[in-house]
């Protein structure tokens, strides 16, 4: 249950950042999450995976999404 709700946060996280990444504009701008979270989330997600390859795969695919809109310069 623990790793469900650990992969589902880590998931929610980058899923509201890509939202927010998406929806900027003229009038509004909204800061990519930093990388170094990705990383933590990442990191977290899979120590609670504890070995499992599926939980681990999602961690993985998280993990790209995050990267993809994050910030370094945080």
């Given at each position: 249950?623990?790793?469900?709700?650990?992969?589902?946060?880590?998931?929610?996280?980058?899923?509201?950042?890509?939202?927010?990444?998406a929806?900027?504009?003229?009038?509004?701008?909204?800061?990519?999450?930093?990388?170094?979270?990705?990383?933590?989330?990442?990191?977290?997600?899979?120590?609670?995976?504890a070995?499992?390859?599926?939980?681990?795969?999602?961690?993985?695919?998280?993990?790209?999404?995050?990267?993809?809109?994050?910030?370094?310069?945080?």
């Open positions: 249950m623990k790793k469900a709700l650990t992969i589902a946060l880590f998931g929610m996280a980058v899923a509201v950042g890509g939202v927010l990444g929806t900027t504009g003229a009038e509004e701008t909204t800061a990519a999450p930093c990388c170094s979270t990705c990383e933590e989330g990442y990191t977290y997600c899979l120590e609670d995976c070995g499992d390859s599926t939980c681990e795969s999602a961690c993985t695919s998280n993990y790209r999404r995050c990267s993809r809109i994050c910030s370094f310069s945080c």
